[in-house]
């Protein structure tokens, strides 16, 4: 534990002393102040709020955009304010690590496979189930992030809302066309696709290129799966030059297979069935690939090992409640 403190007291230092405000800090404005009326410093703004003030009007007034309501909401810790209330508004992140001096941030990585009208197995989830999970996220205050803006965490260049989430789907099934894309679309929440090459146009449940292309223009980020979704950890008594070919094979074939058709090489990958070992991560690196997942039931926070991401699967047994304990979004750690 004394390294893993190590660690987030110097995060603490890159995450709030390097990025935080400097100067003048808000406090409290006097309780006379008309309401409406607002100070402005070179970090923040603070203003005295009025009738129907919400975190969305004031980010959209004074930070040009609604959807940076969560700065207000999590630096003020309050979702709502009432006339007369004194509120700060930070102008930029003042916490890019998401370390504080009680613990660190964790932002859940959820992983699904494929959908049907009714659960079967443990890779099918049912389409009336996930679509509950995902409208508690909505009616809890969950922020469903990107995966460009989750990496960007990853690399402290991105300071995430506290209830961040990022939702998968891996192998390539289309059957999330018709059960996931409308329930995300409807809800503004983005996802990730995991797909593997070999399975791509295989007919049957498979998507097709024109389709991921389709959600790829739309937002939806696609990246590698590998080829076959073989495991890529060497087997028992595989022969070094046999294994260096195939692992060559699962990281590099599928990127000129996305440039023909999504226009671009994917630069992250999910390991198929979450297993990696150094060699694996090592040859990921050296590919080209930035970031890349595995598999552990707990969420991933801003110095997770960048090609050893956690992910939590989640099955169709699960009960709300315990879909709820997948999402904590922070780790309480004493900094000694």
């Not at 004074?62 to 304010?81: C, R, T, V, Y």
Request: proline share 5%.
């Amino acid at each position: 534990m004394k390294s893993l403190a190590l660690i987030l007291c110097g995060l603490l230092l890159v995450g709030c002393g390097a990025t935080a405000p400097t100067s003048s800090t808000p406090t409290t404005v006097q309780a006379d102040r008309p309401a409406g009326e607002f100070f402005e410093s070179e970090d923040y703004f603070v203003i005295v709020a009025k009738s129907g003030d919400t975190p969305q009007s004031l980010a959209a007034k004074f930070l040009g955009d609604a959807n940076k309501d969560w700065m207000i909401e999590d630096f003020n810790g309050a979702a709502s304010f009432t006339p007369g209330q004194s509120v700060a508004i930070p102008k930029r992140p003042w916490n890019l690590s998401g370390v504080t001096s009680t613990g660190y941030q964790l932002v859940p990585i959820l992983t699904y496979h494929d959908l049907a009208p009714a659960a079967k197995g443990r890779m099918i989830m049912g389409a009336k189930g996930f679509e509950e999970q995902m409208r508690y996220l909505k009616a809890n205050g969950y922020r469903v992030v990107t995966l460009k803006e989750y990496v960007e965490f990853v690399s402290l260049q991105r300071q995430l809302p506290k209830k961040s989430v990022l939702i998968t789907f891996d192998d390539g099934y289309r059957s999330f066309l018709r059960y996931a894309y409308p329930v995300l679309k409807e809800l503004g929440f983005s996802a990730t696709l995991f797909v593997y090459t070999d399975y791509v146009a295989a007919g049957g449940n498979a998507f097709t290129w024109p389709e991921l292309k389709k959600l790829s223009d739309e937002g939806f980020s696609i990246q590698s799966h590998s080829k076959s979704h073989g495991d890529m950890v060497r087997a028992q008594g595989e022969g070094a030059a046999e294994y260096d070919k195939r692992l060559e094979a699962e990281l590099v074939q599928p990127k000129a297979l996305f440039q023909k058709y999504l226009g671009y090489a994917p630069d992250i990958i999910a390991y198929p069935y979450g297993r990696q070992d150094d060699t694996v991560a090592r040859r990921t690196k050296e590919r080209g690939f930035t970031a890349a997942f595995t598999v552990r039931r707990q969420g991933s926070q801003s110095f997770v090992d960048p090609h050893r991401i956690h992910r939590i699967q989640i099955y169709p047994e699960m009960s709300m409640a315990d879909f709820v304990k997948s999402l904590s979004v922070f780790s309480q750690e004493t900094i000694k």
